[in-house]
């Protein structure tokens, strides 16, 4: 017998109860991987094992049982999470007590706590994800648990899912302006307005330190880190070769990893480095508004150089000295800001001091041969008196000319990763190169830095933003130049021209499913990703960006000139009137549209109850006569008449001008009350 044959053979509790289930798991599915293993293998197992009651027809488990699984899941969650508050906590507890709550579904009271935790349930999963896929999974999740409820509610016959489905469906097509309007205008009024952003992980590849080969991995990532849309003309765009996005500045080294130093008053490093970031801007301005991803950390990816803040919505903003901006919070959500950034600037002390001395410094013991490549270089006779100009150009023309090459897996470098890189491999990815290079610069005592962040982008051919992925990670670096400061040189270009005025991309190898897909269908799998990235663009853009300034300005595109919480408050009000006025209007109209004359047969078996006459629904107004008499004897023969009457105008040629009469006789008819004597 096939699954369906056995699904159509099950009794309609059994049937409505799998169905439930069904509901229920999918809706606890996308926390799999948010909960522990333990609740997750022991959520699934309580479903599979209802499940298995179901078809089986076996009783349910006792309370014993029930409590001693409580028990257990009380005390994991206290467990793993140290507490039973908290947005993980409170996730884990609720996914095992809806679960658990399906093993006591004996009457429609149990199954209504099974709905609404599967409602509350079904919301918890925007706490970790926000993302087009969670949202389209959750509208699949609302419509079961509707449909669920329907059923609830029609414990008659075996309705078939298809009936329920249309029903569930209208129920949630007439929700849909309501919900539309409260998404617009409801006051989202900070901090009581936002998602729990308790995971604090890095999503993006940057980070506050950078071990020399671990950058490489970031390339295998295409996932989206920056959406840009710039203002003005085509032309006004700067060339990719010009995108750098400035990130975390590395200035410590210990021989295998850069660190950027936090500028704290009380740091001993900082106080050492505490230079005016000094920032002088030329040229046109580059307007753009960015939506960045939510990474886990405080920086905002601006263009270099931007000397003015962001402008940010329910949050602040500053510029370190190294030109780096950064919020006041790390960024857990998607954050849409607008930006003024100049390509040409210059920014640093013009003249030597003594701060600029730590970024010479190098660790004692590592990278021999570079140093002493350095003290080479030195003395050379055309080198020996150089300007550092002169110097740069130097090591950029060994990197030109070398043999050197830009590659995604160089290997794992060993304890002097500039020697592995300038005399052994002679090949890496850009933080190798990067690194290379400012070690020997500072090898021959010119102060030197690395920054991190991101270089590049392309323009998207279906809604024209410019995406920025985190493969697109970079890292460049900056020698100080008397008379002109910190100056930006990426020694990558000098070994891969293509990475950064081509925008030539490192492609890790494909799989045999992508090469298949390319031969069937060349650019196809390009394309879907380019229509399926613009869909998700468009989401972030107009759900998750809609912001209280978005409100303002739909306010103010409705006439407001100075638009507030209370006038959004205002307008949702008079919407939700109207709303339910036109509901209450749409109700008269649905009842208007039922039969008049059964509307009145039915009021007058209520009239006859309060006397203390119960008919049936089925009886006749002739069959109501005869049971009228009987009751109450001739005090009653007037409203037996009546009866008569309205049975009569039910077979009448035109029965609509009789019925206004017959309503107006029946407020006036002697109705018999509970003390009319009975006839004897």
Known sequence: MSLRQTLASLPRDARDTVFLLFVTAWVI???????????????????????????????????WLLTALVIVAVAGTLFTHRTVLG?????????????????????????????????????????????LLTAAAMLVALLG?????VNAHMPVGRPPLAQTFRIAGTMALLGAPIMVALFMLFPRMSPLWGMPGE???????????????????????????????FEGAEADVPPQSALYFRGPVMAAFDGRQWQAEPFREDSPWAARVAVPANLQVTGPAVRYEVTLEPQRQPWLMVLEATPDAPQLSNMQAYMTQDLQWMTTRPITDVLRYKAVSYPEFRHGPQQSVRQLRV?????PGFNPRTLELAAQMRADPALANASTDVLVNAVLQRLRTGGYNYSLDPGVFGEHTADEFWFDRKEGFCEHISSAFVVLMRAMDVPSRIVTGYQGGERHPVDGYWTVRNADAHAWAEVWIEGRGWVRVDPTGAVSPG?????????????????????????????????????????????????????FDLLKALGFESPSWQDLTTVLGILVGIAAGGGGLWTLWERSQHDPWL??????????????????????????????????????????????????MRYAPQPATELPHLRREFRNLPWPTTTTAPKT
Do not use: C, H
Not at 104 to 124: C, H, W
Not at 359 to 363: D, G, H, I, Q
């Open 29 to 63: 599915a996308p926390q799999a991987t948010n909960l522990p293993g333990w609740a997750a293998a022991m959520a699934g197992g309580m479903l599979l094992w209802r499940g298995w009651m179901a078809f089986k027809g076996r009783p349910l488990p006792g309370r």
């Open 87 to 131: 947005r993980d906590a409170g996730v884990t507890l609720m996914v095992m007590m809806l679960a658990f709550k399906t093993l006591e579904l004996r009457a429609r009271r149990d199954a209504m706590v099974v709905f609404f935790l599967g409602f509350f349930t079904m919301l918890s999963n925007f706490f970790f994800s926000q993302s």
């Open 145 to 149: 648990l509707l449909m669920a409820l």
């Open 199 to 229: 995971n604090l992980t890095g999503r993006s590849g940057l980070s506050g330190t950078m071990k020399i080969g671990d950058m490489a991995e970031i390339a295998l990532d295409e996932r989206i880190a920056i959406r840009l849309r």
């Open 359 to 363: 970024y010479t410094e190098l660790p």
């Open 499 to 551: 990475r950064v005025g081509a925008f030539q991309r490192l492609r890790p190898p494909q799989g045999a499913f992508a090469n298949a897909m390319g031969t069937i269908s060349p650019g196809m799998v390009q394309n879907l990703r380019a229509v399926w990235e613009a869909v998700n663009n468009s989401w972030s853009q107009w759900v998750l960006n809609y912001s209280q300034s978005r409100q």
């Open 599 to 648: 509307r009145l047969l039915a009021r007058t078996r209520q009239r006859l109850a309060r006397a203390g006459l119960q008919l049936p629904d089925t009886l006749p107004p002739r069959a109501m006569a005869e049971r009228v008499r009987a009751q109450f004897g001739a005090p009653a023969q007037g409203v037996a008449d009546w009866l008569l009457r309205l049975e009569q």
